[in-house]
């Protein structure tokens, strides 16, 4: 048998919040609340109601009662790069160099911004931090072209054509030559 639903506290909040819901998440906020606690529905029951998984009913009615009441934002969390080595600007600031040097010509080696990067840190890092590193500031690896600027097409052709000896007629027809007498 299934547990009686929590959140009866809260209840009046969650049906004076169905009425002045302004977005889709603070409706379903009040709706996880509301549908098991006035219709006795449970929380699979209420999450097909909502149009959303078992889990995600659950998490809106735990956010909406720890709230006291109150929808909080969905989807509004801490965010990503919980585990930065540096700050965007620290990032940029210690790109700087690199990417001048490869304005005037220079070439972006990343084995030596690793290198760098290992310095500022006071530790090893991966190759693929460099490349992430680049990847966050715009750098993209740029592919050589198929042909070399300076190449001839016309002189190449020329020199395709005269390479190449014509065979006699018989020996490319299969057939040799045979001793007359």
Request: hydrophobic share 35%; charged share 30%; net charge positive.
């Amino acid at each position: 048998m299934a547990r009686t639903a929590s959140g009866i506290k809260v209840l009046e909040q969650a049906k004076t919040c169905l009425a002045k819901a302004k977005t889709v998440g603070e409706l379903r906020q009040a709706q996880a609340v509301v549908l098991p606690l006035e219709f006795g529905l449970s929380i699979p029951q209420t999450a097909q109601a909502l149009g959303v998984s078992t889990r995600w009913a659950c998490q809106l009615r735990t956010r909406f009662i720890k709230e006291g009441g109150v929808p909080s934002p969905v989807g509004e969390g801490r965010g990503g790069r919980r585990r930065e080595n540096m700050t965007r600007e620290a990032e940029a600031e210690f790109l700087l160099p690199f990417f001048e040097k490869a304005k005037d010509g220079g070439i972006l080696v990343v084995g030596e911004i690793k290198l760098a990067l290992d310095e500022r840190l006071g530790r090893k890092v991966a190759l693929a931090s460099a490349y992430n590193l680049l990847h966050r500031h715009g750098w993209r690896k740029l592919a050589p072209d198929k042909r070399h600027p300076q190449s001839d097409p016309v002189a190449q052709e020329e020199w395709k054509k005269t390479t190449k000896k014509p065979l006699p007629a018989l020996i490319r027809s299969g057939r040799e030559k045979e001793p007359s007498d």
